[in-house]
């Protein structure tokens, strides 16, 4: 997507396409190096008007984001790591997403720590967040946002953390603190993704525990933010 930024751009978006991106090797890819890292498209995709972006937390997710995307008149495009799924058993159906819709995977009666998890870090998200008694939520859009849920949590809980397997600079978590601003909460925010660096070649899980988006990495960061709230 980096080399065909112009075509994306002026030839599919500015005429408002009906094409369906698929991006495969997106987020941390392990061995194939710092060139391949899919570090960036979240943070130039989503800036360019007409596009819908989706990530999967899952096989299934996966699926019926490709059904959605596939029907859906304008541009899509569904980002997925390199590798295979977590192995979960679905079955295939033609069912379709409502954009820009989220699912809630686990609720709080605590309303301290709401996660908003951006693709398949899901996992890592619900185990991190149960020491928190967290709200977990699967995004699943990153454009369009889900608003309904952003305003609901910044009403009642504490903090508010994003995951993402994109550069956290203009990333998903950047889009949720954009439409925070527009509102009048004071919910703390933590956003959790790659920092403002290249990313070298090495094994994929060993990767997210050195950018501290394993389960552990995770809750360690929610535990040091809330000490300072």
């Given at each position: 997507m980096q080399?065909?930024?112009?075509?994306?751009i002026?030839?599919v978006?500015?005429?408002?396409?009906?094409?369906?991106?698929?991006?495969?090797?997106?987020?941390?890819?392990g061995?194939?190096?710092?060139?391949h890292?899919?570090a960036?498209?979240?943070?130039f995709?989503r800036c360019?008007p007409?596009m819908i972006?989706?990530a999967?937390?899952?096989?299934e997710e996966a699926?019926?984001?490709?059904?959605?995307?596939?029907?859906?008149?304008?541009?899509?495009?569904i980002r997925?790591?390199?590798?295979?799924g977590i192995?979960?058993d679905?079955?295939?159906?033609e069912?379709k997403?409502?954009?820009?819709?989220s699912h809630t995977?686990?609720?709080?009666d605590?309303?301290?720590?709401?996660?908003f998890?951006f693709?398949t870090?899901?996992?890592s998200?619900?185990?991190?967040?149960?020491?928190?008694?967290a709200?977990?939520v699967?995004?699943?859009?990153?454009?369009?946002?889900?608003?309904k849920?952003?305003?609901?949590?910044s009403k009642d809980?504490?903090?508010?953390?994003?995951?993402e397997d994109?550069?956290?600079?203009?990333?998903?978590?950047?889009?949720?603190?954009?439409?925070l601003?527009?509102?009048n909460?004071?919910v703390?925010?933590?956003?959790?993704?790659?920092?403002d660096?290249?990313?070298?070649?090495?094994?994929?899980?060993q990767q997210k525990?050195?950018n501290?988006?394993d389960?552990?990495?995770?809750?360690k960061?929610?535990e040091?933010?809330?000490?300072?709230?």
């Amino acid at each position: 997507m980096q080399r065909a930024y112009d075509q994306l751009i002026h030839d599919v978006a500015l005429q408002d396409l009906d094409v369906l991106f698929a991006l495969d090797r997106a987020g941390l890819v392990g061995l194939d190096g710092a060139t391949h890292q899919g570090a960036f498209d979240l943070s130039f995709i989503r800036c360019i008007p007409n596009m819908i972006i989706m990530a999967p937390s899952n096989e299934e997710e996966a699926w019926q984001m490709l059904n959605t995307g596939y029907d859906y008149k304008g541009p899509v495009a569904i980002r997925y790591p390199r590798g295979s799924g977590i192995g979960i058993d679905f079955k295939k159906s033609e069912e379709k997403l409502e954009i820009g819709k989220s699912h809630t995977v686990l609720d709080s009666d605590k309303k301290e720590v709401v996660i908003f998890s951006f693709g398949t870090l899901l996992d890592s998200a619900v185990k991190a967040g149960k020491k928190f008694d967290a709200k977990i939520v699967d995004m699943r859009f990153i454009k369009p946002l889900d608003h309904k849920i952003i305003e609901e949590v910044s009403k009642d809980y504490k903090l508010v953390v994003t995951i993402e397997d994109n550069v956290i600079a203009g990333g998903a978590g950047s889009a949720v603190n954009e439409y925070l601003l527009g509102l009048n909460t004071n919910v703390k925010v933590l956003n959790l993704g790659l920092p403002d660096e290249f990313i070298e070649h090495g094994d994929q899980e060993q990767q997210k525990i050195l950018n501290g988006l394993d389960a552990a990495g995770i809750e360690k960061s929610i535990e040091e933010k809330l000490k300072l709230i």
